[in-house]
């Protein structure tokens, strides 16, 4: 999992309130548990004017122009902006893969549903919980301001405004020292190395029939 340190992105304004997981990656795609290759079919309905299949050429696919993300100023965009409940729905862990895959590393919110936001840091997405006014005046500066950027600094644990404006957040120790170190479940166990080993070792020794 790639670490997740300080950032400084540009901003996409995705302005719903209760977004599940069945529109950042609708269910007829989930047919891999491979975490790349998702990302041309986020918000697959809203992103295209036709229905999309799992195989289908995307790069030839109609776009839907009046859908926020299309749009030419938020191209390249790797911090997404969103309204309360985000990634409510279904538990799928494709979702946090597909915005991942898309360019996103944090998305800033009022509110998570609980098992997507668990699943964003097990996955290298940072989401970040800000009161809904402070969100509300995000919305407003980013609409007022083309290229509009925001930079992420999770050790200090803060969201700074290009006018200077700091905002604060709260995040999880554990949590925390995951992304700082690029460690996912996988990557924890893995610190363990030695010690699996060894202890793998001892009990083919003591229990060489396990291992035939």
């Known amino acids: 999992m790639e670490k997740f340190t300080h950032l400084n992105g540009l901003v ?12 950042i990656i609708p269910k007829q795609f989930l047919k891999s548990i491979k975490r790349s290759g998702f990302g041309p079919n986020a918000f697959d309905e809203w992103r295209y004017l036709d229905h999309g299949e799992p195989g289908m050429d995307n790069s030839v696919r109609p776009l839907n122009p009046d859908f926020v993300l299309n749009q030419a100023r938020y ?10 409940n985000f990634g409510c729905g ?10 991942l895959d898309y ?3 944090a998305i ?12 964003c840091f097990k996955n290298g997405i940072l989401p970040i919980v800000l009161d809904a006014a402070d969100v509300d005046r995000l919305f407003n500066e980013v609409a007022a301001q083309e290229g509009y950027r925001l930079t992420v600094d999770l050790e200090a644990q803060t969201v700074a405004t290009p006018g200077g404006h700091v905002f604060s957040f709260e995040v999880d120790s554990f949590r925390k020292y995951c992304l700082l170190h690029g460690l996912d479940d996988i990557g924890l166990t ?16 003591s229990e060489p029939w396990v291992f035939e």
């Open 108 to 119: 800033i919110a009022p509110s998570f549903a609980d098992i997507f936001f668990n699943n």
């Open 103 to 105: 360019g996103f590393r």
């Open 90 to 99: 279904s538990s799928r862990e494709h979702a946090p893969w597909a915005l």
């Open 190 to 205: 893995l610190q363990h190395a030695e010690r699996i080993t060894a202890y793998e070792e001892r009990r083919r020794q």
């Open 12 to 23: 996409a304004p995705l302005d719903r309130a209760n977004v599940d997981t069945d529109a």
């Open 75 to 84: 191209q390249g965009a790797q911090i997404l902006l969103a309204r309360e």
